[in-house]
């Protein structure tokens, strides 16, 4: 049951609940290549009933991307690297998000469009940067 559907060129961002059995046919086959993984420095993507899931699927099903949300968090996210495909999908989110602050860890390459899009760092680790956005 996708809540919100959002087309730009031939590609379309659609947003599915965590709990929703369409999830894991859409992602499935992208989380568990091991090209993937090896890119996700071999994390795990994690999924709750909670989460919402904002994925960007070109022509008939092939997934270019996703980003995921609990609590105000951005998380789950893989996009090849595409930051042009990482801002749309952040600004998909954004739209729905209320009143609050948004986090987002990110990773080095990813700063420089945060910044754009008006995150602050808010605590830096070894290999990530907690970012931070307040929503008004």
Known sequence: MPVKESVKESMKIVKIQGS???????????????EVIGMNDGYPFKNTSDHVWYIAIKGKNKVAG???????K???DF???DYELLEDLIQNVLSDMKDGIVSFIAEQGDIPLLEKLGFAEEKRYVKYV???KAIV
């Open 130 to 132: 907690k970012m931070i």
């Open 66 to 72: 996703f980003i995921s949300v609990v609590n105000n």
């Open 79 to 81: 996009t090849w690297q």
């Open 74 to 76: 951005l998380c789950n």
């Open 20 to 34: 929703d059995r369409r999830l894991y046919s859409l992602i499935g086959p992208l989380v568990m290549d091991p």
